[in-house]
């Protein structure tokens, strides 16, 4: 058999970002095959990989080659968890169950865990449920979406930092929520973030704000909403973004550090599986120093995302 790499073939998406990748078989990489792979990544931000239909252990080990994985729920053990709206029993979650709350969230721009005291790197989704219509993930370019925001806003925002804090996010959503410890609704603090973040492997400067950031320091609340969300907006358009449809089988993965995404909406009614992998920064570009957060119950610093929920759960297990 010819080396898996030889086959790469890489189609360039309309837009910024993104790429669909075929002529590769994601549960049997050799080392060669990622590397040519994780080239590719840092280019496009964004990968599209059709018809992989992964079983959750050979997703586990791709997710395992971008790094270690980040735990997002105490129920999570291994590498993956489910992003779905469709309970054990096989009924769909309910508008005032609290997951459902955290899927309806998902809908605004963001990067993942950017409220936890070590944001995530890269996280990927695999399709297992599709709905008949909606509930695609939109992908925006920060790169392009940095560059393509007027001399002057640029220079506004460049030193700037923004709080970052899953109680706003939820809040501006319109789900009001209490501390509970479990993840994201934590004691540890609001990570004080740059706005500008430049990519620890590749150099550029991106965006780095979306639904979780607030209150830039110097800014009253008012004038930094504005900013943020001035911004924001004129940065996710097209070219700059992406909006994949998906089919059963499918594997997206992307770079945090550059890219943010959202679900777009469907009928909840209707059920949508999609099985997640988030990869955990690093020390040196991801973890950020966390100052009390107004909207939590207490204020406990941490540089651990490990919640007390999940030590609790572990210690009984
Ligand atoms: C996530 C997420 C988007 C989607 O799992 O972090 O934002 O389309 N998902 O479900
Ligand atoms: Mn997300």
New binding site residues.
């Given amino acids: 058999m010819a080396p898996a790499i030889s086959t790469l073939v890489v189609a360039p998406i309309d837009a910024t970002l993104g790429a669909r990748v075929t002529g590769v078989d994601l549960a049997n990489l050799d080392d060669a095959a990622f590397a040519a792979i994780y080239k590719e990544f840092l280019e496009y931000g964004v990968l599209i990989f059709p018809d992989q239909n992964l079983s959750d252990e050979a997703q586990a080990q791709f997710a395992l080659r971008f790094g270690e994985i980040e735990r997002v729920s105490p129920q999570q053990k291994g590498a993956t968890m489910q992003?779905s709206n469709q309970k054990p029993d096989g009924t769909v979650l309910g508008e005032d169950e609290f997951r459902y709350k955290v899927l309806r969230g998902?809908e605004g721009w963001?990067t993942?865990s950017t409220y936890m005291p070590l944001a995530s790197k890269v996280?990927m989704?695999a399709a297992l449920v599709v709905p008949p219509e909606g509930g695609e993930?939109a992908f925006a370019d920060m790169r392009a979406g940095w560059a393509a925001l007027d001399e002057s806003t640029r220079q506004q925002l460049e030193g700037l930092s923004a709080y970052h804090s899953y109680y706003y996010s939820q809040a501006q959503a319109g789900f009001k929520l209490k501390t509970d410890n479990a993840y994201g609704l934590h004691d540890k603090g609001a990570p004080l973030r740059p706005i500008v973040k430049v990519h620890p492997e590749t150099g550029r400067k991106s965006l780095y704000t979306g639904r979780h950031a607030y209150g830039i320091p110097g800014l009253s609340a008012e004038a930094s909403e504005q900013l943020l969300q001035d911004s924001l907006t004129h940065a996710c358009q097209a070219p700059r973004t992406y909006t994949h449809q998906w089919a059963v089988g499918d594997v997206v993965v992307w770079d945090n550090r550059c890219v943010m995404?959202?679900?777009c909406p469907y009928d909840t009614r209707q059920a949508r599986v999609?099985r997640?992998s988030r990869i955990a920064g690093d020390h040196a570009s991801e973890l950020a120093p966390t100052f009390a957060d107004e909207h939590a119950e207490a204020f406990e610093p941490s540089e651990s995302n490990v919640t007390k929920v999940m030590t609790e759960m572990d210690a009984k297990a």
């Fill in positions: 992003v998902n963001h993942d996280a989704l993930t995404h959202r679900a999609l997640g």
